[in-house]
């Protein structure tokens, strides 16, 4: 078993967390966590993960294993273990890979400064992979950072929209009943063909449902139920919450998720991934305005417009000058599209002292960030060409950002002095 990289062990502050309704509602999450035993604080529930990630993909039909197929230039499994990260109550994340892929796996961490995650040889099938990680589990080796957990979470590492109140719901629930595991209603009706290819028998829809992840289950439970099963079961099953349930006559309690609880599994699902990644991280603009307080009305004008536009995202505005406190809490807060006011600089000085604070926050390592700096000019007073022709650094400075995962654009906007601000932004609208 791969030791965690050096920080990687106990619990961390929760990783970056996703703005606007995808984070879960905190007081849920403190009901939840006080039923489940794992509120901080108090004793708390020990709880750990495994994540199967090593397959092939074969169904993606690319050579790179879709837990390794990039996202928005990130490898698909940096979301997932994000997405477990934000959970601080996990305590440790057994990752299992391919030998071959290990040091794929390590330069994804490193890269993407994974905490908590340990890494253990993957096997043939998934259920020898699931195995795997539950034995580092299991043995308190001399050089491991890994306890034997109370709970142990199970999920694939190709789901990568799983949120804390569904873990905390399969945790609880397992905690109570030994097993628990999210499902879903089924999208196509299960038939049952004969030998001869013909419809046997369908199954009543309704009365069915669909076995997703997360599951989690008391560790013994589950650690029992992998070492007695066959090699048939290791070989060719496909549902952990069975196994519990034939060996351990532990029934699973189901928990009904939610609808991006999928599983990436065909190339589709990685252009779905994609889409629904760039609506969350769309979620939020903040205005950073000009430092000198004559012009910040310029931002405020522009809030409102963009307010009025895009009804569904949260428009925020700060001034760069307080950049100590608000700003920073902005890009804590897991921001990712700024719009940077310059009125009077002549050339983007505003948008470079955003662009350091942006870099020094890291904050785009696992996401790309959007910065687009706006310039007004009143054309009767600066003849354009002059003002593009500073503007013109910008291209140069986009190229230099964008290797940080920063997205530079400049947007010229050449208003009659006459005419007035706020009409010009009538004429953007
Ligand atoms: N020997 C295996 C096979 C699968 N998995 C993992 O189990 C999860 C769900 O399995 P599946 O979607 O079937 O992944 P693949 O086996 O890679 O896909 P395919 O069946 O298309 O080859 C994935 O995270 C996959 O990496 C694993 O850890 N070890
Ligand atoms: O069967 P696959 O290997 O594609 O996926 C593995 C599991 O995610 C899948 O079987 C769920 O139904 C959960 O048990």
Redesign the pocket.
Known sequence: MEPGPPGSSGPVEPGPCLSGQRGADHAASASLQSAAGTEPGRHSLAVAAV??????????GVPT???FCSILERPLISYTLQALERVCWIKDIVV?VTGENMEVMKSIIQKYQHKRISLVE?????H???FSGLKALAEDQLNSKLSKPEVVIIH???RPFVEEDVLLKVVTAAKEHGAAGAIRPLVSTVISPSADGCLDHSLERARHRASEMPQAFLFDVIYEAYQQCTDYDLEFGTECLQLALKYCRTKAKLVEGSPDLW???YKRDLYAAESIIKEIISQEICVVMDSKEDNKHVGHLLEEVLKSELNHVKVTSEALCHAGRHLQQIILDQCYNFVCVNVMTSDFQETQKLLSMLEESNLSILYPVVVVSVHFLDFKLVPPSQKMENLMQIKEFSKKVKERNILLYGLLISYPQDKGFRNTLKIIK
Do not use: Y
């Open positions: 994540l199967p990630a090593g397959g092939c993909g074969e169904r993606m294993p879709k837990q299992a993957a096997g043939v099938t998934r020898r992979s699931i694939d590492a190709v599983k990436v599994t």
